[in-house]
């Protein structure tokens, strides 16, 4: 079994894996599994008021975890998609509340990385908070973690480029709105 293939399962079995993104390295587990949701909530000792965001395979999976998108948002995914731009948008209200806060969801379509790989062929959503422990400084290789968040999560090898976070842009609104200047800059 390839280590794509290993961490796919592991995913597909409700559980957590840390692997690189364009920018970090993340911690990924079903977006649409409120249980493997809170295991990643629960490996980072995260805070129940933070929200954790998302990554999809493409953006057609938009849909599946938001409302209400408008034309102009759609527009914005396909210039920067895929790639580091997160867009904030109205969520479906079936999603874990550990994944929204106020209604709103945080997703992205990766750019080139594992995370990449492994949302594509795993077809949906997941999540894509930084692969730290609450608080501790995120990580853009595998062999940084902190050795007590590896032990609770399954590892899929390599390194991130690093760099600056996505972009984020509060769609939600009648204008967009720049919460987090990041990797890609205001058009």
């Known amino acids: 079994m390839t280590e794509l293939a290993a961490a796919l399962a592991v995913l597909r079995q409700g559980g957590v ?15 649409l599994d409120p249980a493997a949701v809170a295991r990643v909530a629960e490996a980072k000792g995260r805070a ?10 493409d ?3 938009l849909d599946r975890v938001a409302t209400a998108v408008t034309p102009r948002t759609r527009e914005l995914a396909r210039a920067h998609w895929p790639g580091p731009l997160t867009l904030l948008v109205r ?7 550990l994944c ?14 594992a995370a990449a790989d492994l949302v594509r062929a795993f077809g949906g959503p997941l999540t894509a908070t930084s692969a730290n422990l609450s608080g501790g400084p995120a990580v853009a290789e ?4 902190d050795p007590v968040l590896a032990a609770r999560v399954h590892v899929l090898a390599g390194r991130s480029p690093g760099g600056e976070p996505s972009t984020l842009v509060d769609a939600t609104g009648p204008e967009l709105v720049v ?4 990797a890609v800059t205001p058009e």
Do not use: F, H
């Not at 894996?17 to 977006?31: F, H």
């Open 17 to 31: 894996v840390a692997a690189p993104t364009e920018t970090l390295v993340g911690l990924l587990a079903d977006a």
């Open 48 to 57: 129940q008021d933070q929200p954790i965001a998302l990554i999809l395979p």
């Open 59 to 61: 953006a057609g999976a």
């Open 91 to 97: 969520a479906r209200p079936e999603l874990s509340p």
């Open 100 to 113: 929204t806060r106020d209604g709103k969801v945080g997703v992205r379509v990766p750019g080139p990385s």
């Open 142 to 145: 595998t062999a940084a973690l």
């Open 179 to 182: 919460l987090r200047q990041g």
